[in-house]
């Protein structure tokens, strides 16, 4: 069973460029999940996409946005990069049944993004 | 808005000793879960609680569930240092998205 997997691990971009993060899910997952974590804090939810539609949003302006791929891998794009949106950022991916209340959320390793 | 609180924020303690950390909301969740999050890894589920008051233990680590299924407790009894890290509460929320507490950070001092 392949776990989550992220790319890249680091980046480093300049205030006002574009950023495009890259999600695997887990073999059998058919929803994804992205959050920002700040360091020191907990993760914040961006948005969740299940079946190729975004279903669900956190607090985040539009410039953040995300694609979901017939084979459920996922990617979160960053437009107009700010300062603040230096932070750890996760994927989790899972599985959406009729009793999903307790399918859990399986995280990659993230992706550290510096906004200089 | 559903939000989480986590308390304490930092946790430092030697081993052996026992410790409890606490996650409340104003809001009813339909589950809990807590995760630990090691530095440069993603949160890794340790347990979901899903009825009012549910008592799960895992090993050295008990997990209670409030009545109202608001609030939500974790004991971990005779830290060690491999229980070091940030300890997130995570709620599942009527549109069945999961958002997370602040955590509290843990560190048992050998």
């Known amino acids: 069973e392949t776990g989550v997997t992220q790319s890249p691990t680091h980046l480093i971009k300049t205030r006002g460029q574009q950023v495009t993060l890259r999600c695997s899910s887990q073999?059998?997952?058919?929803?994804v999940s992205w959050y920002q974590q700040a360091l020191g804090q907990g993760p914040q939810f961006i948005f969740q996409?299940?079946?190729?539609?975004?279903?669900g949003r956190g607090n985040f302006p539009p410039r953040f946005s995300g694609l979901q791929f017939p084979n459920y891998s996922s990617e979160l794009n960053v437009n107009a990069l700010e300062l603040d949106d230096s932070a750890l950022y996760l994927c989790?991916?899972?599985?959406?049944?009729?009793?999903?209340?307790?399918?859990?959320?399986?995280f990659g390793n993230g992706t550290r993004l510096t906004v200089t | 808005t559903q939000l989480l609180e986590q308390s304490p924020q930092f946790l430092s303690i030697q081993e052996g000793e026992n410790l409890t950390v606490y996650c409340n909301s104003s809001?009813?969740?339909?589950?809990l879960q807590w995760y630990r999050q090691e530095p440069g890894e993603g949160p890794v589920l340790l347990v979901t609680?899903?009825?009012?008051?549910e008592v799960k233990k895992l090993k050295r680590l008990t997990f209670q569930f409030g009545d109202a299924r608001k609030d939500s407790s974790l004991h971990i009894t005779a830290a060690q240092p491999g229980d070091t890290g940030l300890y997130l509460c995570?709620?599942?929320?009527?549109?069945?998205?999961?958002?997370f507490g602040p955590g509290t950070s843990l560190s048992v001092i050998p």
């Open positions: 989790a991916s899972s599985t959406a049944t009729g009793s999903s209340y307790n399918s859990p959320l399986h």
């Open positions: 073999s059998g997952h058919n929803t």
């Open positions: 996409y299940y079946r190729e539609e975004e279903n």
């Open positions: 809001s009813v969740f339909s589950s």
């Open positions: 609680v899903v009825t009012g008051g």
């Open positions: 995570a709620g599942k929320t009527s549109y069945d998205k999961v958002i």
